[in-house]
């Protein structure tokens, strides 16, 4: 099948297409990127997908993104995406906007149960009937000029992207239509609410087992390494890895053989910042009571996992009733959090992440469910 294709390689040029994309009703979004030596995804290429042609934006040569921008956040136009978290990243950081409305075929699939996290290739197989090549995923897209093998993938991409949502959306009722837009604009906020560095030690491995001088320490070590990342553009475990974090702030090393010792620290971290390392955790560890962190909730008990299947259980009786993939209706996470609200005994809480129809439909029945728990 021969492809329609157009380069979009000025300012001028982006600005026109963009003005003529803002008069469809939809258009398909795809992103190719390098991201193995940096914080921050390197953008090789963008493509458009309007439903006739494939457009290839080079993101070497534009200079201007707000035209870019205005579509995505134009609430007229529908922005199709296929399992968008990291092409979500790729769109702020090149033009500090997010697509709103969202609609990721991903989701649609899981909602029209053919399937949850389906890769892009099987969903068009299975809706399009067409069996696409092996990908170039692993390509250099930084490269230039890229192969005609990298382009015919990429232009594939947008033209398929965009047949696929139609062919979605005509299965889709309007009511599985209207979750797959919401759950779409559930994942531009949670990019939106970027956690504060300050605030990731609450997610560090066994960080509920530190004392709350130690939770200083942690707390500090996170949020310098992340703003480190960001600085030098490097990933996190460039800086220092995962598994150093916690004894770290366990142990305090005070001099750099000891700092040497620690679990899965890499000589090169302790080269290069060991000694910022040592006064960082003296100084987090020397400040007053009054400015530690509370202590971090200890996880579910092994006996709530009787209770939390039983939670699960209502979600998937509710998937199967609404005939969408199980892992849908009640994520892990927000079970958990719901009985840590309240465990053993309650009264329990519904989590402010369980929103829109999952609230809806099934947010009494849990409560219900765990009121008949209590003695």
Not at 234 to 255: G, H, K, M, V, Y
Not at 330 to 335: D, F, G, T, V
Request: charged share 30%; glycine share 6%.
């Amino acid at each position: 099948m021969a492809i329609d294709i157009h380069w979009i390689r000025d300012d001028a040029s982006l600005a026109s297409h963009c003005a003529s994309w803002r008069q469809l009703p939809f258009v398909a979004l795809d992103t190719e990127f390098v991201r193995v030596d940096t914080f921050y995804p390197q953008t090789g290429l963008v493509q458009v997908g309007d439903g006739r042609s494939a457009y290839l934006i080079d993101p070497l040569t534009i200079g201007d993104w707000r035209p870019l921008a205005g579509l995505l956040e134009d609430p007229a136009v529908v922005k199709v995406l296929h399992a968008c978290s990291e092409d979500l990243e790729v769109l702020l950081r090149l033009t500090g906007s997010l697509p709103q409305p969202l609609f990721d075929t991903q989701l649609a699939a899981a909602y029209l149960d053919l399937g949850f996290s389906m890769g892009y290739s099987r969903l068009v197989q299975a809706v399009l009937g067409i069996e696409l090549p092996k990908g170039e995923t692993r390509s250099d897209w930084l490269q230039r000029p890229l192969s005609e093998l990298q382009i015919r993938y990429a232009a594939e991409d947008a033209v398929h992207l965009a047949e696929l949502y139609v062919a979605l959306v005509e299965r889709l009722p309007e009511d599985k239509r209207a979750w797959t837009l919401e759950d779409g604009t559930e994942l531009v906020a949670n990019l939106r609410r970027e956690v504060a560095p300050e605030e990731l030690y609450r997610e560090g491995r066994l960080a509920w087992k530190l004392s709350r001088q130690q939770l200083a320490v942690l707390r500090e070590l996170y949020a310098w390494r992340e703003r480190e990342a960001r600085r030098r553009d490097q990933p996190r475990n460039r800086i220092l890895r995962e598994n150093s974090l916690w004894p770290l702030a366990r142990f305090q090393p005070t001099d750099l053989v000891s700092l040497g010792r620690i679990e899965d620290m890499h000589p090169r971290t302790v080269r290069q910042d060991g000694e910022t390392l040592l006064r960082l955790i003296a100084e987090s560890g020397a400040t007053p009571p009054e400015s530690w962190p509370e202590p971090l909730p200890e996880p579910l008990p092994m006996d709530a996992s009787a209770l939390l299947k039983k939670l699960r259980a209502l979600g998937q009786a509710e998937a199967a009733r609404l005939q969408i993939a199980p892992e849908l209706a009640l994520r892990k996470k927000i079970l958990e959090a719901l009985l840590k609200s309240g465990f053993p005994n309650g009264p329990y809480r519904l989590p402010d992440t369980l929103r829109g129809w999952r609230r809806e439909r099934l947010g009494q029945a849990l409560l219900d469910c765990l009121g008949g728990e209590r003695p």
